[in-house]
């Protein structure tokens, strides 16, 4: 059971530290931009700079990074790393946008400014390394619950939002009526259809992309947890197995706090190949958990 902590304390502590660095990164790029009045390169500059979906993007990762960072301290404290369903959708959300404009960026902008200025300065950390750690974090250490492919439908909701504006305040308005300049060029390097029409496919295939490998995380993940459950039960029936760790669960948990390793549970029922509901597992985890409770309540 030790091994099981300390994997899951090292999962907290690398979704703390990735989820803060983005936060962080965010938040300098940002604040580069706001304090430069004027870049010979760049039109969005100082407050302008909300015009972009690149800063728009990477606000969204940085809020749904921090919206990790308490789960992640609640998980180190608790030993037991538990993400809220919205939290996970909502950085699928943030990193599915983020990773549109690191493509964006490197095909698109790249080709036409040069690779150095794109990533560059604030551009840096905008362009390349909060989207990058951005993938890195959810893909690998936010791994507590799998994501469904209609959940996945939530990451089209920023994009289709910002194309709708981008093209009521170019297209429409245009910049000589006060609307912005085509500082993508997706209205003048080339027809504006073509973006229109592919810009929601492309940004449902990277969140697609993005799901799978956090899912592949995830299911391995579990596996793992089953694996040193059966590893460190070795010779116990299935009964005896999910009694003995709802013993363990209740003396490295806080007291009162009862939460059920619903998936880790499935999977011993699985890897045991036994025919027990899943009702009568969760039974059986409780009688442990219990039993410990007590008895920890008994010598206090």
């Known amino acids: 059971m030790d091994e099981l902590v300390r994997k899951n304390r090292i999962q907290c502590i690398l979704a703390l530290i990735s989820c803060?660095?983005?936060?962080?990164?965010v938040c300098i790029g940002v604040t580069m931009n706001l304090t430069t009045i004027y870049d010979e390169d760049f039109d969005n500059m100082g407050i302008r700079t909300f015009c972009m979906f690149t800063v728009n993007s990477n606000i969204l990762a940085a809020l749904s990074s921090f919206a990790v960072i308490p789960y992640a301290i609640d998980g180190i404290r608790k030993k037991e790393y538990i993400l809220p369903d919205w939290v996970v959708v909502f950085m699928l959300t943030g990193t599915t946008a983020v990773a549109l404009t690191f493509l964006?960026?490197?095909?698109?902008?790249?080709?036409?400014?040069?690779?150095v200025l794109i990533f560059t300065g604030s551009r840096l950390f905008l362009h390349g390394v909060c989207p990058i750690l951005n993938i890195l974090a959810f893909c690998l250490f936010i791994t507590s619950h799998k994501v469904s492919l209609k959940q996945s439908l939530?990451?089209?909701?920023?994009?289709?939002?910002?194309?709708?504006?981008?093209?009521?305040?170019?297209?429409?308005?245009?910049?000589?009526h006060g609307g912005w300049s085509d500082f993508y060029g997706f209205a003048t390097r080339i027809p504006f259809w073509i973006p229109a029409v592919l810009i929601l496919p492309l940004t449902f295939g990277i969140a697609t992309l993005i799901r799978l490998w956090h899912n592949h995380s995830f299911v391995n993940r579990r596996k793992n947890e089953a694996q040193i459950f059966l590893d460190y039960f070795e010779g116990k029936n299935t009964s005896e197995?999910?009694?003995e760790i709802g013993k363990a669960r209740a003396k490295i948990q806080p007291y009162g706090d009862v939460i059920i390793p619903t998936l880790v549970i499935r999977k011993i029922v699985y890897f045991t190949e036994s025919n027990m509901s899943m009702e009568d597992a969760w039974k059986l985890y409780l009688d442990g958990y219990l039993y410990a409770d007590k008895e920890k309540t008994l010598h206090q």
């Open 20 to 25: 803060a660095i983005v936060v962080v990164c």
């Open 104 to 115: 964006v960026s490197l095909f698109i902008l790249s080709p036409v400014k040069g690779f």
């Open 154 to 176: 939530f990451s089209l909701i920023p994009v289709a939002i910002y194309a709708i504006l981008y093209f009521v305040m170019v297209v429409v308005i245009t910049e000589e």
């Open 241 to 243: 197995i999910l009694f």
